[in-house]
């Protein structure tokens, strides 16, 4: 049996969530969860591949690609919320 180990993120491995604009004036907040394809290195990737993490099944790509009207990309501070990815 594989023992589990004491903490699941390393003190390398990527921050599990990031905050944008986090004094925004606007009284909501977003939150996106599956915004990102980072794994903790404890998981193995969880046995998916290097390439099937780049593709959709390991994250939701849209989250960090959305567009304006204009087509440039939107920022969480167009309309001053904060933005939990």
Known sequence: MNEMPDSLLAADDPAPVT?????????FLIVADHAGNAMPRALARLGVSETECKRHIAWDIGNLRRRSASGSPRRNTDFDHSLVL
């Open 19 to 27: 905050v944008h604009n986090e004094n925004g004036s606007s009284p």
